[in-house]
Protein backbone atom coordinates (compact mmCIF):
# COMPACT_ATOMS: atom_id res chain seq x y z
CA UNK A 1 0.00 0.00 0.00
CA UNK A 2 1.27 3.09 -0.76
CA UNK A 3 0.05 6.06 1.25
CA UNK A 4 -0.17 9.97 0.16
CA UNK A 5 -2.28 11.46 2.44
CA UNK A 6 -4.74 11.08 4.35
CA UNK A 7 -8.20 12.84 4.65
CA UNK A 8 -11.37 12.83 6.12
CA UNK A 9 -14.12 12.43 3.82
CA UNK A 10 -17.39 14.71 4.57
CA UNK A 11 -19.77 12.45 2.73
CA UNK A 12 -18.97 9.42 4.78
CA UNK A 13 -20.03 10.97 8.12
CA UNK A 14 -23.93 10.55 6.99
CA UNK A 15 -23.52 7.12 5.46
CA UNK A 16 -21.97 5.62 8.76
CA UNK A 17 -25.03 6.84 10.95
CA UNK A 18 -28.40 5.67 10.76
CA UNK A 19 -29.84 8.31 9.11
CA UNK A 20 -31.15 9.94 5.77
CA UNK A 21 -27.95 9.36 3.47
CA UNK A 22 -27.16 13.40 2.06
CA UNK A 23 -29.15 14.15 -0.98
CA UNK A 24 -26.75 14.83 -3.99
CA UNK A 25 -27.03 14.48 -7.82
CA UNK A 26 -24.94 13.73 -10.80
CA UNK A 27 -24.34 12.12 -13.67
CA UNK A 28 -21.50 8.97 -13.72
CA UNK A 29 -20.73 6.35 -16.06
CA UNK A 30 -19.35 3.10 -15.12
CA UNK A 31 -18.89 -0.79 -15.42
CA UNK A 32 -17.50 -3.73 -13.02
CA UNK A 33 -20.51 -2.51 -11.20
CA UNK A 34 -20.72 -5.18 -8.41
CA UNK A 35 -17.54 -6.89 -9.73
CA UNK A 36 -18.44 -9.60 -12.22
CA UNK A 37 -16.80 -12.58 -10.10
CA UNK A 38 -20.32 -12.89 -9.92
CA UNK A 39 -21.27 -16.69 -9.57
CA UNK A 40 -23.79 -19.01 -8.39
CA UNK A 41 -21.43 -19.79 -5.45
CA UNK A 42 -20.46 -15.74 -4.72
CA UNK A 43 -16.82 -16.03 -5.07
CA UNK A 44 -16.53 -12.62 -4.99
CA UNK A 45 -18.67 -11.12 -2.58
CA UNK A 46 -17.89 -13.67 0.11
CA UNK A 47 -13.90 -12.98 -0.21
CA UNK A 48 -14.64 -9.31 -0.21
CA UNK A 49 -16.47 -9.02 3.01
CA UNK A 50 -14.07 -11.97 4.64
CA UNK A 51 -10.86 -9.40 4.10
CA UNK A 52 -12.73 -6.19 5.02
CA UNK A 53 -13.69 -8.26 8.15
CA UNK A 54 -9.91 -9.25 8.46
CA UNK A 55 -9.14 -5.65 8.33
CA UNK A 56 -11.96 -5.12 10.99
CA UNK A 57 -10.83 -7.32 13.58
CA UNK A 58 -7.10 -6.72 13.32
CA UNK A 59 -6.24 -3.04 12.76
CA UNK A 60 -7.24 -1.46 16.32
CA UNK A 61 -9.42 1.96 16.06
CA UNK A 62 -10.26 0.76 11.95
CA UNK A 63 -13.76 1.34 12.49
CA UNK A 64 -13.28 4.14 14.44
CA UNK A 65 -11.36 5.86 11.39
CA UNK A 66 -12.10 4.07 8.04
CA UNK A 67 -15.32 3.07 5.78
CA UNK A 68 -15.69 0.20 4.56
CA UNK A 69 -17.72 0.49 1.26
CA UNK A 70 -20.42 -2.56 1.26
CA UNK A 71 -20.18 -5.00 -1.45
CA UNK A 72 -23.09 -3.64 -3.52
CA UNK A 73 -21.44 0.02 -4.15
CA UNK A 74 -18.08 -0.86 -5.67
CA UNK A 75 -17.73 -0.14 -8.83
CA UNK A 76 -15.04 1.09 -11.85
CA UNK A 77 -15.63 4.73 -12.33
CA UNK A 78 -15.02 5.33 -16.88
CA UNK A 79 -15.59 8.71 -16.54
CA UNK A 80 -17.71 10.95 -14.34
CA UNK A 81 -20.15 13.46 -16.51
CA UNK A 82 -21.11 15.37 -13.41
CA UNK A 83 -19.58 15.08 -10.34
CA UNK A 84 -22.50 14.73 -7.38
CA UNK A 85 -20.36 17.22 -5.26
CA UNK A 86 -21.58 20.11 -7.99
CA UNK A 87 -24.51 18.91 -9.69
CA UNK A 88 -26.95 20.33 -6.70
CA UNK A 89 -25.29 23.49 -7.20
CA UNK A 90 -25.31 23.62 -11.37
CA UNK A 91 -28.30 21.94 -12.25
CA UNK A 92 -31.27 22.78 -9.38
CA UNK A 93 -34.53 22.11 -11.31
CA UNK A 94 -35.77 18.27 -11.89
CA UNK A 95 -36.57 19.47 -15.81
CA UNK A 96 -32.95 20.96 -16.17
CA UNK A 97 -32.01 17.42 -14.74
CA UNK A 98 -33.65 15.27 -17.44
CA UNK A 99 -32.48 17.21 -19.92
CA UNK A 100 -28.74 16.98 -19.53
CA UNK A 101 -29.24 13.27 -18.61
CA UNK A 102 -31.03 12.76 -22.22
CA UNK A 103 -28.51 14.80 -23.65
CA UNK A 104 -26.40 12.87 -22.53
CA UNK A 105 -27.81 9.51 -23.10
CA UNK A 106 -28.90 10.80 -27.02
CA UNK A 107 -24.83 11.32 -27.44
CA UNK A 108 -23.50 8.17 -25.81
CA UNK A 109 -26.46 6.08 -28.20
CA UNK A 110 -25.11 8.00 -31.58
CA UNK A 111 -21.27 7.11 -31.06
CA UNK A 112 -21.95 3.74 -29.67
CA UNK A 113 -24.73 2.97 -32.94
CA UNK A 114 -23.73 0.03 -34.61
CA UNK A 115 -20.54 -0.22 -32.65
CA UNK A 116 -19.06 -3.11 -31.47
CA UNK A 117 -16.28 -4.14 -28.46
CA UNK A 118 -15.20 -6.83 -27.00
CA UNK A 119 -15.79 -8.26 -23.46
CA UNK A 120 -12.39 -7.81 -21.72
CA UNK A 121 -11.43 -7.91 -17.86
CA UNK A 122 -9.71 -5.60 -15.35
CA UNK A 123 -6.57 -7.01 -13.56
CA UNK A 124 -5.65 -5.77 -10.07
CA UNK A 125 -2.55 -4.20 -10.01
CA UNK A 126 -2.20 -3.13 -6.55
CA UNK A 127 -4.12 -2.02 -3.39
CA UNK A 128 -3.28 1.05 -2.87
CA UNK A 129 -4.46 4.32 0.17
CA UNK A 130 -4.96 7.47 -1.62
CA UNK A 131 -6.08 10.86 -0.46
CA UNK A 132 -9.68 10.08 0.59
CA UNK A 133 -9.90 6.50 0.01
CA UNK A 134 -8.73 2.95 -0.22
CA UNK A 135 -8.30 1.60 -3.96
CA UNK A 136 -7.91 -1.52 -6.02
CA UNK A 137 -6.13 0.17 -8.31
CA UNK A 138 -6.02 -1.98 -11.84
CA UNK A 139 -3.53 -2.23 -14.53
CA UNK A 140 -3.83 -0.41 -17.95
CA UNK A 141 -6.27 -1.81 -20.19
CA UNK A 142 -6.77 -0.48 -23.86
CA UNK A 143 -11.00 -1.39 -24.17
CA UNK A 144 -11.30 0.56 -21.04
CA UNK A 145 -9.76 3.56 -22.80
CA UNK A 146 -11.61 2.82 -25.89
CA UNK A 147 -14.48 3.64 -24.20
CA UNK A 148 -13.17 6.54 -22.36
CA UNK A 149 -12.38 7.90 -25.69
CA UNK A 150 -15.86 6.89 -27.09
CA UNK A 151 -17.40 9.50 -24.13
CA UNK A 152 -15.14 12.00 -24.89
CA UNK A 153 -16.35 11.92 -28.47
CA UNK A 154 -19.99 12.12 -27.43
CA UNK A 155 -18.89 14.93 -25.64
CA UNK A 156 -17.26 16.46 -28.80
CA UNK A 157 -20.15 15.50 -30.86
CA UNK A 158 -22.60 17.52 -28.70
CA UNK A 159 -20.42 20.23 -29.02
CA UNK A 160 -20.37 20.45 -32.46
CA UNK A 161 -24.29 20.92 -32.67
CA UNK A 162 -24.36 22.68 -28.82
CA UNK A 163 -27.00 25.04 -30.78
CA UNK A 164 -29.63 22.16 -30.67
CA UNK A 165 -29.29 21.25 -26.91
CA UNK A 166 -31.81 21.88 -23.77
CA UNK A 167 -29.31 22.41 -21.71
CA UNK A 168 -26.54 24.70 -21.91
CA UNK A 169 -23.03 22.84 -23.40
CA UNK A 170 -21.33 24.14 -20.38
CA UNK A 171 -22.65 21.74 -18.15
CA UNK A 172 -21.45 18.95 -20.51
CA UNK A 173 -17.99 20.19 -20.32
CA UNK A 174 -17.88 18.79 -16.51
CA UNK A 175 -17.50 15.13 -17.42
CA UNK A 176 -13.86 14.15 -15.85
CA UNK A 177 -11.64 11.60 -17.07
CA UNK A 178 -10.11 9.19 -14.52
CA UNK A 179 -6.52 9.29 -14.32
CA UNK A 180 -6.34 5.62 -13.06
CA UNK A 181 -8.33 2.84 -12.94
CA UNK A 182 -9.26 1.68 -9.85
CA UNK A 183 -12.59 0.58 -7.52
CA UNK A 184 -12.84 2.56 -4.42
CA UNK A 185 -13.39 0.30 -1.43
CA UNK A 186 -12.39 2.87 2.16
CA UNK A 187 -12.77 6.14 2.44
CA UNK A 188 -11.14 7.88 5.64
CA UNK A 189 -14.25 9.36 8.46
CA UNK A 190 -11.74 11.61 9.80
CA UNK A 191 -7.78 12.19 10.95
CA UNK A 192 -6.71 10.27 13.80
CA UNK A 193 -3.93 11.08 16.17
CA UNK A 194 -1.61 7.85 15.30
CA UNK A 195 -2.88 7.77 11.60
CA UNK A 196 0.98 6.70 10.84
CA UNK A 197 0.55 3.99 12.96
CA UNK A 198 -3.08 3.27 11.79
CA UNK A 199 -1.42 3.11 7.81
CA UNK A 200 1.08 0.60 9.22
CA UNK A 201 -1.25 -1.66 10.59
CA UNK A 202 -3.44 -1.85 7.39
CA UNK A 203 -0.06 -2.23 5.54
CA UNK A 204 0.80 -5.07 7.78
CA UNK A 205 -2.93 -6.57 7.78
CA UNK A 206 -3.13 -6.69 3.91
CA UNK A 207 0.51 -8.13 3.60
CA UNK A 208 -0.56 -10.85 5.85
CA UNK A 209 -3.59 -11.34 4.06
CA UNK A 210 -2.24 -11.57 0.87
CA UNK A 211 0.43 -14.22 1.99
CA UNK A 212 -2.08 -16.65 3.72
CA UNK A 213 -4.84 -16.88 1.24
CA UNK A 214 -5.27 -17.58 -2.34
CA UNK A 215 -7.47 -14.75 -2.28
CA UNK A 216 -9.16 -13.62 -5.66
CA UNK A 217 -9.70 -10.03 -4.76
CA UNK A 218 -5.74 -9.67 -5.65
CA UNK A 219 -5.37 -12.66 -8.07
CA UNK A 220 -8.07 -12.70 -10.27
CA UNK A 221 -9.27 -10.86 -13.03
CA UNK A 222 -12.73 -8.18 -13.15
CA UNK A 223 -14.96 -8.93 -15.97
CA UNK A 224 -15.29 -5.51 -18.49
CA UNK A 225 -18.46 -6.38 -20.19
CA UNK A 226 -20.72 -3.54 -20.39
CA UNK A 227 -20.48 0.51 -19.39
CA UNK A 228 -23.43 2.17 -17.68
CA UNK A 229 -24.40 5.67 -17.87
CA UNK A 230 -26.12 5.94 -13.99
CA UNK A 231 -27.98 9.20 -12.22
CA UNK A 232 -26.21 9.41 -8.51
CA UNK A 233 -28.35 10.61 -5.67
CA UNK A 234 -26.30 9.28 -3.04
CA UNK A 235 -22.60 9.59 -2.47
CA UNK A 236 -20.38 6.73 -4.08
CA UNK A 237 -22.89 4.95 -6.19
CA UNK A 238 -24.16 3.61 -2.63
CA UNK A 239 -27.71 2.25 -2.48
CA UNK A 240 -30.53 2.61 0.12
CA UNK A 241 -32.96 -0.10 0.54
CA UNK A 242 -36.17 0.40 -1.41
CA UNK A 243 -34.63 3.57 -2.84
CA UNK A 244 -33.93 4.29 -7.02
CA UNK A 245 -30.29 5.17 -6.57
CA UNK A 246 -27.91 4.60 -8.50
CA UNK A 247 -30.71 4.89 -11.56
CA UNK A 248 -29.61 3.08 -14.60
CA UNK A 249 -30.01 5.46 -17.33
CA UNK A 250 -28.75 3.64 -20.15
CA UNK A 251 -26.03 0.74 -21.25
CA UNK A 252 -23.81 -0.32 -23.69
CA UNK A 253 -23.35 -4.22 -23.40
CA UNK A 254 -19.85 -5.31 -25.02
CA UNK A 255 -19.96 -8.24 -27.13
CA UNK A 256 -18.50 -12.04 -26.70
Known sequence: IIL???????YIQ?????IDPPNVWGLVCVTAWNPEFVNPE???????E??????????LDFDEYCYIYPYDALHVTVQTLLPFTRGNKLVKEKEARIDLANEWKDALTQVTEDLKLKRDALSVKQVELRGTAGLFVFKDNETLENLRDLIQKARDSAESHQR????PFKLMKENIRPTITHSTFIRF????LNAEEIIQNVNSAIQRYK???ACPLFSEDVKLDKLTFCEETIPYMHRVPG???PKVLWEFPLTE
Open 164 to 167: LLSV
Open 50 to 59: AFCQYLRDVV
Open 4 to 10: FWWMGDA
Open 42 to 48: LVFRNEY
Open 243 to 245: GTS
Open 211 to 213: EKS
Open 14 to 18: DLCED
Open 189 to 192: KSVP
